[in-house]
């Protein structure tokens, strides 16, 4: 089975940096995604890692070490919009998306 | 905009009620999916169908019912909603349902039991 942990909150100041960590245990990785959540709304994607490194999208990044059966989302430039739930999921064998609990982030002015 | 419409956003039923909420897409995706999501928690897979071909998680109750009438609609029936049932009830496609794909998500349906 799949099991992902990060942490349940983070807190931060607009125009910091925040780091969002994730690990998994699956039983077998196809790729790591992270989606954003705001309150009462629905999940939007941001990034997918299928290979180790960094992926860059405007004030988003996202990594993976496979061997470390570990990800991150580094959301930089903090703006209050940001805060949200972000949410990592891993896909399974049959293309299903397992989410993790989510960091609920809160951006303080 | 191509977009996943739910409707209604929120949808208030009686215990043991029988209720129908409604997804419909205009993204012509494949795979349609059914997730479930209380309060600050992850939303979890209820069931999927890739094209007319239904899939049920295997810890999904039997009081959870889907169908797919065509490519664009999906309906979630819940025949008889319990206090435990009230939760945001998220519909979701994807192109093929194959990894690395994204799901794009409708807004949602909130659903309340009394």
């Known amino acids: 089975g799949q099991s992902l942990e990060q942490p349940s909150e983070v807190t931060a100041v607009e125009g910091a940096i925040v780091q969002i960590n994730c690990t998994y245990q699956?039983?077998?990785?196809?790729?790591l995604s992270w989606y954003q959540q705001h309150d009462g709304g629905a999940p939007t994607f941001l990034s997918y890692?299928?290979?180790?490194g960094l992926e860059e999208t405007g004030r988003f990044s996202s990594f993976l070490s496979r061997s470390d059966s570990y990800g991150y989302l580094l959301l930089q430039e903090l703006q209050m919009k940001d805060s949200a739930s972000y949410f990592c999921?891993?896909?399974?064998?049959?293309?299903?998306?397992?989410f993790g609990q989510g960091t609920e982030l809160s951006v303080k002015p | 905009d191509a977009m996943v419409i739910q409707n209604p956003r929120y949808q208030v039923t009686q215990f043991g009620k029988p209720v129908t909420l409604s997804c419909s897409q205009t993204?012509?995706?494949?795979?349609m999916y059914w997730y479930q999501q209380k309060s600050s928690q992850a939303p979890k897979l209820l069931f999927h169908y890739y094209d007319k071909d239904f899939n049920n998680e295997a810890d999904t109750p039997d009081n959870f019912q889907s169908r797919r009438p065509n490519t664009s609609f999906c309906f979630l029936d819940i025949r008889s909603p319990g206090l435990g049932d009230a939760a945001m009830y998220l519909c979701?496609?994807?192109?093929?349902?194959?990894?690395?794909?994204?799901?794009?998500f409708g807004p949602g349906t909130r659903l309340l039991v009394l």
């Open positions: 979701a496609t994807s192109v093929r349902g194959g990894i690395a794909e994204t799901q794009y």
């Open positions: 993204l012509n995706h494949n795979v």
């Open positions: 890692n299928g290979l180790d």
């Open positions: 999921a891993v896909y399974n064998q049959g293309g299903k998306l397992i």
């Open positions: 699956t039983s077998g990785f196809y790729g």
